[in-house]
């Protein structure tokens, strides 16, 4: 016999910690990032702070009420990142508090293409007149060594001033970034050539070229890497364009001659308060939680789960806020309004696992903060090297810069410059300096997280974070709860076997009773006793004294006599006998796969009922496609064991994953024990409710179609549509978002451990191949764009899944 009500929790206690969202600008790479984090886990008050260069946005964790989100946001800004709270964007007193920040990226991209447009044309220029031959056909002036030297000036003053004046504050602030290592190697190039130019006896040579070069090569991958960007979070901000922007209030509503299209006022949905109506027409986006009251319509939930079927909805329906009301005018009343609906939540959710890093980025982000001082030394080193030993050693190496040969003397005469030791060791310490760049590992892991969990979104599938993907990665054993998640919830009632005659003066059947008693839970069995009742026409007595024990069964006084529904253990422990005709009655429906409830009256067994639940349509092609990936299955539930055999082998599942007769309580101890056999990760498969405790101890926790704020909270991925299969979908796509995060991370490393030693002239004096500080800047901004394409291939891998 067994009965596993699944009752809700308890109100936990207020949380002593909150979590806010500021958005960030002025990061450029990973060490950004670091000095973003570190000016906030100093503030007093924060716990935690997660910061994420795409999307620009940090989730700081603080004590609640301890923290100022405005006095925050200033420090950020004092130390030279803009910032601003994620809701503070209202207009206050007619102005705008800051500027909206995706305004701010649309800005930031015109002002983009305006600087790669000039660098543009100064970077034609350079190459028609690099070479001089061509430059000298086309127009004469592009062959004057003057020329190139305005060229070069203009690009540092114009396209280049942002990045010097960037790199210079981060350079201040002790916080170098890539921007200080561009700007640095810009500028010394130019400083050198303008040397080179204004004293021609030092026998220096001239390179002006290289800074237009390094500018332009820049400038157009940062433009590229943004257009890139743009279209990583192209799928989060069509989530945002969901919200719901107007509302239709109901002033006066009455049930009774609710005239739909009179007296509406239109207000902002943000505005709108739990319990007042609302008209939704046809058209129209819903705009909070609500319960529909009047009319019937059908609703287009695909924002929500995925699915293009519109869901019919009439009075008693709930709704959420951002569906499409497709066919009819109805009138609902807002059970959630503003940041509570689901909506939001999801929203909320999305953009919190979008800072959530992988285990695998702490060693790329501890890299990166030291990331900038490290090429420096790098540069500074091989400087040294070539300046002291290399240019010694190998005396008669040189490296083209193509402007020895330009027009420098007044006379017109093309004067040709020996390489000297102190130009060939600066170009290789200027190209060290411009290729190491940590942008491509600050990219590396959120771009992928930003793909990965917005396709998740489109798709019903919550994804909370980079950590979680990584687990996903390394799982051992999925273990699924039965009733509601491997089986459709909606059990109904089979058997209702009398064993013992009830009182006399009770005019009352076996199933009133139970129906009486099942009143005061919520629970599966608990609703298809009542369904039973109901489709009988029966009276349901009244009950009072409601207790019930999790997983075991559930009491009332009914009529004045003591009632008791349960498994056979909570009858025993409740003084209840259980003949051995009651037992081998209940083991005979275990068999047939029913859960067995057995009725006690008066301190007496009076009754068994059974009941069952089928398994949902895709359930054995769930455990099915599991098994072939590598996972093992198992089956945890409270029913007993005859039971829980039944349904196992209904899925092709071996006795030995089947764990049966475990109250919620208990579960999460299983999946400890489960954890610590050859420490393996284990996910847990269940609907969110009684479910949480194991939920939370698992590895991976996964809430199967499961609204719920409970769900939200535990579960590590959430499961918006009511389909099993999308455990599968889930863990495919978060395996398929780790593999590019660690595709990018390697790309990452491998452009750097590569680049460095190339530009700073390993195989200068056997091959005489080098890296020049141009074609540095091109390798290095080609590192940048290349991680976060590989990160929106992504999506067309998620469209396989």
Request: net charge negative; with cysteine.
């Amino acid at each position: 016999m067994q009965l596993a009500p699944k009752t809700q929790l308890t109100p936990e206690p207020a949380p002593t910690c909150e979590k806010i969202i500021l958005d960030v600008g002025g990061m450029k790479c990973a060490g950004c990032v670091s000095a973003v984090e570190r000016q906030l886990t100093q503030y007093p008050g924060v716990k935690n702070a997660w910061v994420n260069l795409a999307t620009e946005l940090a989730v700081i964790e603080i004590e609640t009420g301890e923290v100022d989100p405005e006095a925050l946001a200033q420090r950020l800004t004092s130390a030279g990142f803009p910032s601003q709270p994620r809701q503070a964007r209202e207009k206050v007193a007619g102005e705008a508090t800051l500027q909206n920040p995706e305004e701010r990226k649309r800005r930031e991209m015109r002002s983009s293409f305006q600087q790669l447009s000039i660098a543009g044309v100064l970077l034609l220029l350079s190459v028609i007149g690099h070479f001089g031959s061509m430059g000298g056909e086309i127009l004469p002036i592009l062959n004057n060594i003057w020329f190139h030297c305005g060229l070069a000036t203009v690009a540092i003053l114009i396209p280049g001033s942002p990045i010097l004046v960037d790199g210079w504050r981060g350079w201040q602030r002790n916080a170098p970034n890539m921007n200080t290592l561009v700007g640095l190697g810009t500028l010394t190039a130019y400083t050198a050539s303008l040397i080179a130019l204004l004293f021609p006896q030092m026998g220096w040579e001239c390179f002006f070229d290289e800074p237009v070069m390094m500018l332009g090569f820049i400038l157009l991958g940062r433009t590229l890497e943004q257009q890139a960007r743009g279209q990583a979070s192209a799928a989060f901000r069509e989530l945002l364009t969901l919200q719901p922007q107007v509302a239709r209030l109901i002033p006066n509503p009455d049930p009774e001659k609710l005239g739909l299209g009179s007296n509406i006022v239109e207000i902002p949905a943000e505005k709108v308060r739990v319990g007042e109506w609302l008209q939704v027409l046809p058209g129209d986006k819903i705009p909070v939680d609500g319960e529909v009251r009047f009319g019937q319509t059908t609703v287009n939930e695909s924002m929500l789960t995925g699915e293009a079927v519109a869901v019919i909805k009439q009075p008693g329906d709930v709704v959420a806020a951002g569906t499409l009301n497709e066919s009819g005018a109805i009138a609902i009343v807002a059970t959630r309004t503003g940041e509570d609906t689901t909506l939001a939540q999801i929203v909320t959710l999305v953009e919190t696992a979008q800072t959530r890093k992988a285990p695998v980025q702490k060693l790329a982000d501890t890299i990166a903060g030291y990331f900038t001082y490290g090429v420096l030394t790098a540069s500074m080193l091989t400087f040294v090297f070539w300046f002291f030993f290399g240019t010694h050693i190998w005396s008669d190496i040189t490296i083209s810069s193509g402007m020895e040969m330009m027009n420098h003397s007044p006379g017109g005469m093309n004067r040709v410059y020996g390489h000297s030791p102190l130009m060939t060791s600066l170009k290789l310490a200027i190209a060290v300096m411009v290729v190491a760049c940590p942008c491509a590992l600050g990219l590396a892991t959120p771009t992928a997280i930003l793909v990965g969990t917005a396709i998740g979104a489109e798709r019903g599938l919550l994804i909370k974070g980079g950590d979680v993907l990584e687990r996903v990665h390394q799982l051992d054993i999925v273990v699924f709860d039965k009733t509601g998640t491997l089986t459709t919830g909606h059990p109904t009632l089979t058997d209702c076997l009398t064993i013992a005659e009830l009182p006399d003066d009770k005019p009352y059947s076996l199933l009133q009773l139970a129906a009486a008693v099942e009143s005061g839970t919520y629970h599966p069995l608990a609703k298809a006793i009542q369904q039973a009742a109901q489709e009988q026409n029966l009276s349901i007595p009244d009950a009072v004294d409601f207790h019930t024990e999790a997983g075991l069964g559930v009491s009332a006084i009914v009529e004045g006599l003591p009632v008791l529904l349960g498994n056979c253990t909570f009858l025993t422990n409740h003084g209840i006998s259980v003949s051995d005709a009651a037992q081998q009655m209940t083991h005979q429906l275990a068999e047939d796969g029913k859960t067995v409830v057995g009725i006690a009256v008066g301190g007496n067994l009076a009754g068994l009922i059974g009941v069952q639940d089928t398994l949902r349509p895709d359930a054995k092609a769930t455990v099915h496609k599991l098994a072939e990936m590598g996972l093992r299955v198992m089956l945890l539930t409270g029913d007993r064991l005859e039971a829980a055999q039944a349904i196992a082998k209904q899925l092709g599942l071996d006795s030995a994953d089947t764990i049966a007769g475990v109250i919620p309580s208990k579960k999460a101890a299983i999946i400890q024990k489960l954890q610590g056999k050859s420490a393996s990760k284990v996910a847990m498969v269940g609907d969110g409710i009684n479910d949480a405790p194991a939920l939370s101890q698992a590895d991976v926790g996964i809430a199967v179609h499961s609204g719920t704020d409970v769900a939200m909270e535990t579960a590590e991925i959430v499961l918006m549509r009511d389909r099993l299969s999308d455990v599968v979908a889930s863990i495919e796509l978060s395996r398929a978002t780790f593999n590019k995060i660690r595709q990018n991370l390697f790309w990452a490393f491998a452009y750097n451990t590569i680049g460095i030693p190339l530009a700073a002239g390993v195989l200068l004096p056997d091959f005489g191949f080098v890296l020049s500080p141009s074609g540095a800047a091109a390798l290095m901004a080609f590192s940048s764009v290349s991680v976060v394409t590989n990160s929106l291939l992504l999506r067309k891998i998620a469209d396989r899944l």
